[in-house]
């Protein structure tokens, strides 16, 4: 069992030089025989009487930081740069608030901000925006899970975090580990996303796509025991946050549903206007849980699969086993047979279009079964614009499907 002892002169001496050179706080102390906290306390008390007369407090902390947690580098000022100059400052504190309600979180009491996760990319943004915002970032690794932790504890901290709880009351978006359960969590002042509703739209864009990126992913889609869309999941287990980031993403045009902690969407109309705002951020990678694409760009995962939805036209859907789907695609992202996201956009555009005026042409028709109708009542009934509807008319007098009996009246035709 470790004891405590008192020290001599010429041993506190080598303590410090040890110290000095790098050694760990808990290797001295197991070489004196005492605890990692006794031998913390002695140093403040070198400090205190002058052995360590060179160094503050503060300067001792930093360099035990420096020592046990690496100083990370960032390789995406290029990402910050451009966000700063579409958005300000403020823009970038709305992009660390959202950052925090994913896998981070920030801790006023103990002054830090960080974030958890394996995506290297994903940590160096992190990394360069936390530097953009004058805080110094350091980075731990958890060796059994290779879970990678950027953060800053430092009295600025305490300033970006009032910035952080003028958008959000808390960032602490799930209970504590091992100490709380959700009931208990519930009890306390919850987090929220409705701030940002008000936002620009294009803000509203890169924050979803940063929300998905840490919590979202690209699968293929089942319909009735066939693979064959794309399908957007985004996971979140708070229950009010899970339904705020479904209402951000409807006011960008991406319609999401909800299923227990999931969102979900194969609606390529969605899919489509996910791939305008950018998909997923750049260099944000598949996990290792995915057997198939971990390591790979979800951008890429993403591109493979409109691909191979494009190769099986209008009907997409296959009977073929969704390992041998994954293979395929896999297939198409090795050899690069993707193309680029203005293809995808432009080809399902079109067949969203061609897609609707069928389903316009067959409600017009079942509208004007029964009896005739102006053109006015058509257009409220089918929800089209009034050209849309005009365009429709003329080509199914065309193809002599109706008949125009009067100005602005048409009759279906036997």
């Known amino acids: 069992m470790k004891r405590q002892i008192n020290f001599t002169s010429e041993e506190m001496l080598n303590q410090i030089a040890l110290y000095d050179i790098g050694v760990p706080t808990y290797t001295i102390a197991a070489l004196y025989k005492t605890c990692g906290v006794t031998m913390w306390k002695r140093f403040k008390e ?50 660390l608030a959202i950052t925090l309600l994913t896998d981070g979180e920030g801790n006023y009491k103990y002054k830090t901000i960080g974030l958890a996760n394996t995506d290297i990319d994903l940590l160096e943004i992190f990394v360069n925006l936390l530097e953009e915002l004058n805080l110094n970032p350091r980075i731990k690794v958890d060796k059994r ?43 306390e002042t919850q987090p929220t996303l409705s701030p940002f509703y008000g936002k620009p739209t294009e803000l509203i864009k890169l924050l979803f796509r940063i929300g998905i990126s840490f919590e979202g992913c690209v699968v293929m889609s089942k319909t009735k025991k066939r693979y064959g869309r794309p399908l957007l999941q985004f996971t979140c287990f708070h229950p ?41 951020i750049e260099g944000s990678k ?24 494009h190769r099986k036209g209008n009907d997409p859907y296959t009977e073929k086993s969704l390992p041998t789907i994954n293979k395929e695609v896999r297939k198409i992202i090795d050899n690069k047979e993707f193309n680029t996201p203005n293809f995808y956009i432009k080809y399902f555009s079109n067949l969203l279009k061609k897609y609707s005026g069928n389903l316009s042409k067959a409600k017009i028709l079942k509208l004007l079964e029964n009896k005739p109708a102006r053109v006015k009542e058509i257009i409220k009934k089918v929800n089209m614009s009034e050209s849309g509807v005009h365009s429709i008319l003329k080509e199914l007098c065309n193809n002599e499907k109706i008949t125009k009996v009067s100005y602005g009246v048409y009759t279906k035709n036997d």
């Open 286 to 309: 598949a996990g290792g849980n995915s057997r198939y694409f971990k390591g790979i760009e979800k951008n890429k995962i993403f591109l493979a699969m409109l691909e191979y939805s």
């Open 145 to 187: 899970t290779n879970v990678k932790t950027v953060f800053s504890r430092q009295n600025k901290a305490r300033e970006i975090l009032k910035e952080v709880y003028k958008r959000t009351p808390t960032t602490k978006h799930q209970p504590q580990r091992g100490k709380q359960s959700w009931q208990q969590y519930s009890k």
């Open 240 to 280: 009010i946050l899970i339904k705020e980031w479904q209402n951000l993403a409807e006011i960008i045009g991406i319609k999401m549903i909800k299923n227990g902690n999931v969102l979900h969407t194969n609606n390529f109309k969605s899919v489509t206007n996910f791939l305008k705002i950018g998909g997923f």
């Open 46 to 95: 070198y400090e205190k009487f002058g052995l360590m007369r060179n160094k503050t407090r503060s300067e001792t902390v930093s360099k035990t930081l420096s020592r046990k947690r690496k100083i990370p580098i960032g390789n995406k000022k290029h990402i910050i740069e451009n966000w700063k100059n579409k958005f300000g400052r403020e823009g970038l504190i709305d992009i």
